[in-house]
């Protein structure tokens, strides 16, 4: 398995020290792992100003010092974007080197982040439009290895705003998919919905689909995950949903240069472990 998409105490939110998802990757059988930190340059969010580069550097070759000999340790990020932060953006990435960098969109209009209140008083084409808008704008920056979670604000979609269904958006998701291929841009399979709300990945195989008919085969695959007992976590379903929707390799990263590395081929490295 390899699971680009794990957080440390360099994020916010998350209190898991490296050595310790390290030692968690190691038993559920992850081949690699990137750290992947918020990078956060809007103000309102919990981890504006927090992470360090330098510790965060200081503590991955301490892990890989320890664990290098038994896992793939990748210096990675997670870096917030819309067009209101785009050229905070540019500049931190400009200043600082990582393996794989995902760009992910977590704040709609006026900086206010994708939580259920923000559906207050807007239908969900008020919400996904602008959302799937500001995605595209971040593929279009070539800035990013992966595209996070594609489909989020279906996370935090209260029922009073009615049924997502990403058939609604087509013609968005085609024009994000469509540069995608075009900037050989990968995006990310968030297995963390198949454990918490919505029950099912991000984006769901319908999404999976669209993007493979119109000839994408780049993808990585992401825990998101805060805790040590959730990395790796449901990576084998999701091979089996990419292989469905004709899918067959999964991207790895070193120093941002990217090579496949078929699912069949993860799937005997596993099975040989």
């Known amino acids: 398995m390899l699971d ?53 550097l200081d503590e991955l070759e301490q892990a890989r010092g320890e664990f290098g000999d038994r896992l793939v340790i990748l210096a990675g990020a997670e870096v917030d974007f819309n067009r209101g932060i785009q050229d905070d953006v540019e ?34 084409d008020d919400v996904f439009l602008a959302y799937f808008e500001e995605v595209h704008a971040a593929v279009e920056t070539g800035w990013f290895d992966s595209i996070g979670h594609i489909d989020l604000p279906k996370r935090y979609s209260p029922s009073a705003a009615g049924a997502y269904d990403s058939a609604r958006y ?7 998919f469509q540069s995608m291929v075009n900037r050989r841009v990968s995006f990310e399979i968030n297995t963390s919905g198949l454990r918490q709300a919505p029950r099912t990945s991000m984006p769901s195989a319908q999404i999976v689909a669209l993007y493979s008919s119109l000839g994408g085969e780049l993808v990585t695959i992401g825990s998101d995950s805060h805790v040590p007992d959730t990395i790796g976590a449901g990576f084998e379903r999701t091979y089996d949903m990419l292989e469905l929707c004709g899918v067959h390799a999964v991207s790895r990263f070193r120093d941002r240069t990217r090579e496949q590395i078929q699912i069949s081929e993860l799937r005997r490295r596993s099975r040989s472990t």
């Open 91 to 124: 500049c931190f990435l400009a200043k600082h080197a990582f393996d794989f960098v995902i760009g992910s969109v977590h704040y709609g209009e006026s900086g206010e982040i994708i939580f259920p209140e923000y559906f207050d008083n807007r239908s969900l």
């Open 170 to 176: 087509r013609d968005s998701l085609t024009m994000i």
């Open 4 to 56: 680009y998409h794990v957080h440390t105490t360099q994020s916010a939110d998350c209190n898991t020290p490296m050595r310790v998802s390290c030692e968690a990757a190691i038993r559920a059988g992850v081949a690699e792992i990137a750290f992947t930190d918020h990078i956060e340059h809007e103000p309102a969010d919990m981890s504006f100003g927090f992470y360090r580069y330098d510790q965060y």
